[in-house]
């Protein structure tokens, strides 16, 4: 019962940390200094800006473009812009079915520039890609399902009265597949798999959000590992000590005798 109770903890704590990853559009608008840090998604961000801007107020398209670049590199510009970063994100993975736009107020925040209201609202082509919309439907219902299938196992298994020495062995157990599963769903396909699925810039947002959190996952890593590898090491010399300790069955020697 524990065996599974661990089974669905890590299905729900790395389900969890890839939704955080690859499918919360808040998330990358939260972090979108994070998210612009990364040359390829700044420049096609600033250009398509500073290109619709630059045409309609005549303005030299080289100097808009760099007035853009400059912006978006600074945290406050960055900010400014997590609105629209989140649209994309959200259009990405289909929460947001109407087209990415960017409207004057924002355009204004953008450039910096006064006149830029006047500029009539941009679309970004972001596509839609259809495998993301799926998954990002599968973790909605995955998550709560296994997170309540995690309770419900603990509960069993706290009324069977389990060994101590299994219990902590099953839980050293589950901390190794916990940390396998936290590294794959939390680094490995939003960094490769994700990027993947989509010709488009836009799909290395998940990429850029995993890399940032690569440190901390790390972290994470070394002490789920560190306490699985303590836990399996303390259940065998338990079971070793007790093996040595255990009391020997002794017969005694009677003689048999038989007459002829």
Same mark, same amino acid.
């Given at each position: 019962?524990?065996?599974?109770? +661990?089974?669905? $903890?890590?299905?729900?704590? %790395?389900g969890f940390l890839l939704q955080r990853t690859a499918f919360d559009p808040d998330h990358s608008a939260d972090a979108a200094e994070v998210v612009l840090s990364d040359s390829k998604l700044r420049d096609e961000l600033s +250009?398509?800006? $500073?290109?619709?801007?630059? %045409?309609?107020l005549s303005l030299?398209?080289?100097?808009?473009?760099?007035?853009?670049?400059?912006?978006?590199?600074?945290?406050?510009?960055?900010?400014?812009?997590?609105?629209?970063?989140?649209?994309?994100?959200?259009?990405l993975i289909g929460q947001q079915k109407t087209p990415v736009q960017v409207t004057g107020s924002q355009l204004v925040d953008a450039t910096q520039f006064a006149a830029a209201i006047d500029v009539p609202p941009i679309t970004i082509p972001v596509p839609k890609v259809t495998s993301l919309e799926i998954a990002n439907s599968v973790l909605g219902w995955m998550v709560p399902i296994a997170g309540l299938g995690t309770v419900i196992f603990v509960l069993f298994g706290i009324t069977a009265h389990p060994d101590r020495s299994s219990l902590a062995r099953s839980l050293g157990v589950g901390l190794l597949l916990l940390a396998v599963m936290?590294?794959?769903?939390g680094y490995v396909l939003p960094k490769f798999l994700v990027p993947a699925l989509s010709d488009s810039v836009w799909a290395r947002i998940p990429a850029v959000l995993a890399d940032d959190t690569l440190p901390l996952l790390i972290g994470v890593e070394l002490v789920l590992i560190g306490a699985a590898v303590a836990l399996l090491a303390g259940t065998g010399v338990l079971s070793r000590r007790r093996s040595w300790t255990a009391p020997v069955t002794v017969r005694r020697y009677s003689e048999d005798r038989h007459w002829s």
């Open positions: 019962m524990f065996a599974l109770a +661990y089974a669905c $903890a890590s299905l729900a704590i %790395a +250009y398509l800006i $500073a290109d619709s801007v630059a %045409a309609t030299p398209q080289a100097d808009m473009r760099l007035r853009v670049q400059v912006i978006a590199s600074t945290d406050v510009g960055a900010n400014l812009m997590s609105e629209i970063i989140h649209d994309i994100h959200a259009h936290a590294a794959l769903f």
